[in-house]
Every structure is written in C-alpha cells, then in structure tokens.
C-alpha cells in the first residue's frame, strides 16, 4: 500500500514520530527509536546536546542525520521569543535544517500551549523560512490560524504532556482536521498502543510521542508496539468501519437462502 505522509514536500513512510528524552542512557534511546520504525525523530535543543557541547556525547553519534530526519523541538520555552531564539540556534548547530517542531508553554505545570506566543513565534519562523510544524490546543479555529500563517503540519494535544490519559477530545479532533488541509499529528497524552491506534482510526494523520515509550517498563517493547498500533489504525481508517447500529443486532453470516427443515 502506497500511503505516504507528506510534510513540507517530503514524504515518509512511517506515521510515528517519537521524541529522544527521559531514557536511561543512549543504547536505550537508540534501540527504542529503532524499534519504533520512526523515520522523523524530536530533539529538544534546550535539553539535548547536538553539538552545542563539544565536550559531551552528542545525540547525533546515535541517531546520524544521514539516518533520520531530525526535528528541533522548543521543549521548555515559555515565549515567543526564547522559541524563535532555541529554533535559530538549531538552525546553526545543523547546518541550515528548516524543518522544526514549535511549542510554547502556558506554564510548568499543565504544560498546556500558550497559544498566543506560539502565533507570535509562527509568524516570525515561517517569515525566516522555517518549516513549521506546531504544537497546539485542540482549538479548530487557532488551529486554521496557524495553517493560514504558514505552518505546515498542525500537532494538536490529545491530553496533556505526559499524563497517558489518551485521546481525550475526538470530537475536537475531528473539527480540527476539517477545518485544516495540512497534516494533524496528535502531540501528547498518548499512554499506549490503543491510544495511538484511536488517534489514527480517527482520521489523524500521525502521532508523535516519547513519554508513553520511554517511561514504559520496557521502552523498547512498548515501541514495536506503537508502531504496529500506528499501522494498523491508519489501515483501519483507510477501510472504513462498518456503521455503529444501536438495538439492532445483524448475524455474522446471511441468512437468505438458507434451506430450512419442516417438521411433518
């Protein structure tokens, strides 16, 4: 089956997108990535070190640019301007790399978007020729905001960062996607391998994650996992299920034509 998704342009096999934080050392990260089949993997400039640190292991010695497509995360930035700052720096350290993923956060607590400073900051990559792809509230209308301003994949929560509670809002979800022609990649919330398949039976167009594999009790299990999740969800939406039918019971096999015996 040839369904690729498509970002600014390139297109990928895998619909898993996972993040490199919170493992137990580099083996760990880089066996779970490689379990995952992800081919676009999330770095946060402000907590991982890609060359910034000459002196420390550089993430990029396990997971080669040469091998996947990076994306520089704003993890931890809480304005418009540190992101913008965070996604230049990144720009530099890989030598002029355009595609990243913004978030910037409402606060330390919930870790829910602030949507404001992320149209601020969207505005001002997008005019810098940054590749866009944003974190973002499950608001349709913010999230068409930010398909008119440029960006090119929309990453709405499905609940909030870290927490495993899964999708939380499908019905805000599917008023998302139709309002946007760019890709929807459900960001944050997902706990395991259901959580993922439902976001992609709904019609998402992938799902990136780090917390519900790495904080796994086994990281490199739970990403085989959500990469079959992954795959079978988007065939499921790919199918169509059948329709919901409430008090009306239907028999597997039919029933017409069936030779029935007559009691004489």
């Not at 999708?167 to 022609?181: D, K, S, T």
């Amino acid at each position: 089956m040839n369904d690729k998704l498509i970002i600014a342009g390139k297109s990928y096999s895998s619909r898993l997108l996972v993040g490199t934080g919170k493992y137990k050392d580099f083996a760990e990260t880089q066996a779970a990535v490689e379990a995952s089949g992800a081919e676009i993997i999330t770095i946060a400039i402000r907590r991982s070190n890609i060359g910034q640190n000459p002196n420390e292991p550089s993430l990029l010695e396990i997971l080669p640019p040469s091998k996947y497509m990076l994306l520089p995360n704003t993890a931890g930035c809480y304005t418009a301007d540190d992101a913008v700052r965070t996604l230049r720096l990144a720009r530099e350290l890989l030598d002029g790399h355009t595609l990243v993923k913004l978030e910037v956060l409402g606060d330390p607590q919930s870790l829910y978007p602030n949507v404001i400073e992320t149209i601020a900051a969207a505005k001002t990559l997008v005019a810098e020729g940054f590749q866009v792809m944003v974190y973002t509230s499950d608001d349709p209308i913010i999230a068409k905001q930010l398909e008119d301003i440029g960006c090119v994949a929309i990453m709405p929560l499905a609940s909030l960062i870290g927490s495993g509670m899964g999708i939380l809002n499908p019905w805000n979800l599917q008023l998302l996607m139709e309002r946007v022609q760019v890709p929807v990649i459900v960001d944050a919330g997902v706990g395991t391998a259901s959580d993922a398949a439902i976001a992609m039976e709904l019609g998402c167009d992938g799902v990136l994650m780090n917390t519900a594999i790495a904080a796994a009790q086994n990281p490199v299990l739970m990403a085989g996992a959500m990469k079959k999740a992954v795959e079978a969800g988007r065939e499921a939406y790919l199918a169509g299920r059948m329709p919901k039918k409430l008090y009306s019971a239907s028999p597997s096999s039919p029933t017409a034509g069936i030779i029935s015996s007559v009691r004489s």
